[in-house]
């Protein structure tokens, strides 16, 4: 099927701003991972979902970050008073299950906050 | 803490010449260790793994890399390159035995002369 798929492709919004980031993982992958990357580093670990709980929220970096995943698939991470030092990358990915299954990465949400 | 450090920000290299990407990580115990590859517009794509048993793995695309313990090394090498390996490659760990919280290398960019 297809592979994993994030919304919106680019995301430009004004400082203080709210936005959503949606993630669809591939079908039937039970962990969906979010990181962020931003210019010039690697991606960082924000939260994992096992089904529809976060196992693993440890790399949000202050609560104006907040994800779900409802139904157990589709995703969407929440920032909340968005501020400029959030621009970045947004990925999202998903594997079969959550040990040592290889994880397959969407093409990321670049997020601009003005 | 864990971490993973590729030395290398940038390697220019000539089409057809060999290529050694360098990787460190920094943990007690070994981890589960892989290489992805991300070109522009494009999201991360594995590579290779290394989860235990032949340190000499096989990946896609005519990559390798060999686990080095005693140095704490997975280096990534192709005998050839080719102008479409030009990219961002990103060595990451992760905590055997955990799920698969990926941390990232700040990443190695590649450009391939002609």
């Known amino acids: 099927g297809a592979g994993v798929s994030q919304t919106p492709s680019n995301k430009v919004t004004e400082k203080g701003k709210y936005v959503e980031l949606r993630c669809d993982p591939i079908?039937?992958?039970?962990?969906l991972y979010w990181y962020r990357q931003s210019l010039g580093q690697g991606p960082e670990f924000l939260i994992y979902?096992?089904?529809?709980?976060?196992?693993?929220d440890s790399g949000l970096p202050n609560d104006r970050f907040f994800a779900v995943r409802p139904e157990g698939s589709v995703s969407t991470l929440k920032i909340q008073r968005t501020e400029r030092g959030d621009s970045a990358v947004y990925l999202c990915?998903?594997?079969?299950?959550?040990?040592?299954?290889?994880?397959?990465f969407g093409p990321g949400t670049r997020l601009t906050v003005l | 803490a864990q971490s993973v450090t590729q030395p290398d920000i940038h390697i220019t290299v000539s089409e057809g010449a060999s290529l050694e990407l360098r990787c460190n990580y920094s943990?007690?115990?070994?981890?589960?260790l892989f290489w992805y590859v991300q070109s522009p517009g494009q999201g991360l794509q594995l590579l290779l793994k290394?989860?235990?048993?032949?340190?000499l793995v096989q990946g896609i695309k005519g990559f390798e890399a060999e686990f080095k313990r005693s140095q704490s090394s997975f280096n990534l090498r192709k005998p050839s390159v080719h102008w479409s390996d030009a990219a961002e490659y990103f060595c990451a760990v992760v905590i055997s035995g955990g799920y698969n919280k990926l941390i990232f290398g700040a990443g190695t960019r590649l450009a391939v002369h002609p």
């Open positions: 979902f096992q089904g529809t709980g976060a196992a693993d």
């Open positions: 079908s039937g992958h039970t962990a």
């Open positions: 290394y989860f235990s048993g032949d340190t």
């Open positions: 990915a998903s594997s079969m299950t959550s040990g040592g299954d290889e994880q397959f």
């Open positions: 943990y007690g115990a070994t981890p589960y």
